[in-house]
């Protein structure tokens, strides 16, 4: 059966709600050509109604997401339905806050009032403009009313010159409420704006924007289909704020994902690119094609890369299931050990893992500032604080580089690692991080990115501390035939490293405590060891990887 439309579900409480922001406009209007501050008092009257409104969406967008999947087309309709309506409210407190700024100073007319009377006035049309978005023109409609911002935009620049240029004629309260109201007319703009991209997401999901329209539509077009053929749907949630989603079409089997856009900004991208085409050098299998690059007039770029089968490592280890998880580990293996041998370089590496872990200490203190106290003291003994103990370390890490450099991945999370079952692959993916540089940096971030996952039940954790010890073993064995002799310390510092900078990403108490200890436990022993026992140091591994 097919699904109803979520904007015809709540179709009249946004008509009403598009009504009173008008009935807004109307009274802002008013106040512009009259300066009457008694316009004040009617139009803030009118608010209540409108939370009223904006309540009555909430709860009907709640209604309809309540049963359904989450992330699926309809769940993410519904919540731009709901951002729609909230960035309409927005306008209407956007148009009070305007005329209360202006009514500070009494008795004031705007010294620009007849182009704040134009500007409001073309506001109100653009408001209005939204209505057609509740029927089939969504999208262009959005890009209509972003095209108003943008004249809106231009309209204020000579609200703000006309104001500067009779600065002189107002008197300091006068300017005051001048200025102020000119700041709340610019924010109108962007409330706009907001609108319009709330309106797009109604169309074409979460990922998209009225910035990155321009983006999807070449990558549909590259994919020789129509942008309006296809489903655009979110992928991943990543912290630096790019958008990484699906691109894909149905046919009689189902849905069929035809490639994967990626968006954000533009060095950031092309250092992917370079990424991508480093790793197919070396194997063209390995890291999904890029199958097209576009920039944008700002700061930002697109990819349209090509679709890669199977699941994350992450996913994986979710799922618990030893025989995938060990063909995955083989499969890796064997792809690092040729990648490693093909692309070594008698280039030095020096990984510097104390100056890594300090430019992000101050992070890791801002959400757990107990565990970085000036000193420690147990029953009388004064311990070196934990930053004490990374400069002791960073002292010592300078004997320790290897001799040799490899290319490695530079992100290398379990999220960003594919398994395809089925051919027994492993496939790179993220890889704006990738140089030439020490394999321990890799292999240490991996172990820490899996001790880091929140699986608490105890049979799936020892398989996961399980597969850190197999990866760390086979790190081992490469060092062995490459004779690297500092390996063991190394690793420790760049587990010490991970373990510490991860409980930034970690609110829960019990787990970033015991990855803080972990770090403070490897520095205390790198730390402490003497010069002429380095050679014989071991990784302390049960201690770190038995639960």
């Given at each position: 059966m097919a699904l109803i439309h979520p904007l015809n579900m709540v179709q009249e409480d946004l008509t009403f709600l598009l009504r009173e922001i008008v009935k807004h406009g109307d009274f802002a209007l008013l106040f512009f050509k009259t300066g009457s501050p008694d316009v004040l008092g009617r139009i803030k009257s009118r608010a209540g109604y409108?939370?009223?409104?904006?309540?009555?969406?909430?709860?009907?967008?709640?209604?309809?997401?309540?049963?359904?999947?989450?992330?699926?087309?309809?769940?993410?309709?519904?919540?731009?339905?709901?951002?729609?309506?909230?960035?309409?409210?927005?306008?209407?407190?956007?148009?009070?806050?305007?005329?209360?700024?202006?009514?500070?100073?009494?008795?004031?007319?705007?010294?620009?009032?007849d182009k704040c009377i134009k500007f409001i006035k073309h506001l109100k049309r653009s408001i209005l403009l939204t209505q057609f978005g509740f029927k089939?023109?969504?999208?262009?409609?959005?890009?209509?009313?972003?095209?108003?911002?943008?004249?809106?935009?231009?309209?204020?620049?000579?609200?703000?010159?006309?104001?500067?240029?009779?600065?002189d004629t107002l008197s300091d309260s006068e300017l005051n409420a001048a200025f102020l109201c000119n700041a709340h007319l610019k924010r109108l703009i962007k409330l706009l704006a907001?609108?319009?991209?709330?309106?797009?997401?109604?169309?074409?999901?979460?990922?998209?924007?009225?910035?990155?329209?321009?983006?999807?539509?070449?990558?549909?077009?590259?994919?020789?289909?129509?942008?309006?053929?296809?489903?655009?749907?979110?992928?991943?949630?990543?912290?630096?704020?790019?958008a990484i989603a699906s691109l894909s079409r149905e046919n009689e089997a189902g849905q069929r994902v035809l490639a994967?856009?990626?968006?954000?900004?533009?060095?950031?991208?092309?250092?992917?690119?370079?990424?991508?085409?480093?790793?197919?050098?070396?194997?063209?299998?390995?890291?999904?094609?890029v199958l097209m690059q576009t920039d944008g007039q700002d700061d930002t770029s697109a990819l349209l890369i090509e679709h890669i089968p199977g699941k994350t490592f992450e996913s994986l280890l979710r799922e618990g299931k030893e025989k995938p998880l060990q063909q995955a580990l083989a499969a890796l293996f064997k792809v690092l050990s040729g990648a490693w041998q093909s692309t070594l370089s008698k280039e030095p590496a020096k990984a510097q893992f104390m100056r890594q872990l300090q430019?992000?200490?101050n992070d890791c203190m801002a959400v757990h500032p107990d565990f970085f106290q000036d000193q420690h003291n147990l029953c009388g003994l004064v311990k070196p604080s934990f930053l004490?103990?990374?400069?002791?370390?960073?002292?010592?890490?300078?004997?320790?580089?290897?001799?040799?450099?490899?290319?490695?991945?530079?992100?290398?999370?379990?999220?960003?690692?594919?398994?395809?079952?089925?051919?027994?692959?492993?496939y790179f993916i993220d890889l704006h991080r990738s140089s030439y540089f020490d394999y321990a940096q890799d292999l240490s971030?991996?172990?820490?990115?899996?001790?880091?996952?929140?699986?608490?039940?105890?049979?799936?954790?020892?398989?996961?501390?399980?597969?850190?010890?197999?990866?760390?073993?086979?790190?081992?064995?490469?060092?062995?035939?490459?004779?690297?002799?500092t390996y063991e310390l190394r690793m420790a510092a760049g587990l010490a490293r991970s373990f510490a900078s991860s409980t930034r990403f970690v609110l829960d108490k019990t787990l970033s405590i015991r990855m803080h200890l972990r770090a403070r436990y490897l520095l205390e022993k790198l730390a402490y060891l003497p010069a002429e026992k380095e050679a014989n140091f071991k990784l302390p591994l049960k201690e770190l990887y038995g639960e």
């Open positions: 409108v939370q009223t409104l904006r309540e009555k969406i909430e709860l009907s967008c709640a209604r309809l997401v309540e049963r359904r999947k989450l992330g699926t087309s309809y769940y993410n309709r519904v919540l731009a339905v709901r951002g729609f309506a909230n960035a309409l409210a927005d306008l209407g407190g956007g148009l009070i806050e305007c005329v209360e700024a202006a009514t500070l100073a009494s008795a004031f007319r705007h010294p620009a009032a089939e023109e969504v999208r262009r409609t959005s890009i209509k009313v972003a095209r108003r911002a943008d004249k809106l935009a231009h309209l204020f620049t000579d609200i703000q010159t006309q104001t500067l240029a009779q600065k907001n609108a319009a991209d709330a309106l797009i997401k109604v169309d074409l999901g979460h990922v998209a924007t009225l910035q990155n329209y321009q983006h999807l539509k070449r990558a549909s077009n590259s994919l020789n289909h129509a942008l309006r053929d296809l489903k655009v749907k979110r992928l991943a949630l990543t912290r630096s704020g790019s994967v856009y990626k968006e954000g900004q533009k060095s950031k991208i092309e250092e992917e690119v370079q990424g991508v085409e480093n790793w197919r050098k070396f194997n063209p299998r390995l890291a999904p094609d430019k992000r200490i004490e103990l990374v400069s002791m370390v960073e002292q010592r890490e300078s004997r320790w580089a290897t001799t040799f450099s490899v290319l490695i991945h530079g992100d290398f999370n379990v999220d960003n690692l594919m398994f395809d079952g089925v051919e027994k692959r492993i971030v991996l172990m820490v990115s899996i001790y880091r996952m929140q699986i608490l039940e105890p049979k799936q954790r020892e398989l996961m501390m399980d597969c850190a010890k197999q990866i760390y073993l086979f790190g081992r064995r490469f060092a062995k035939r490459q004779q690297d002799q």
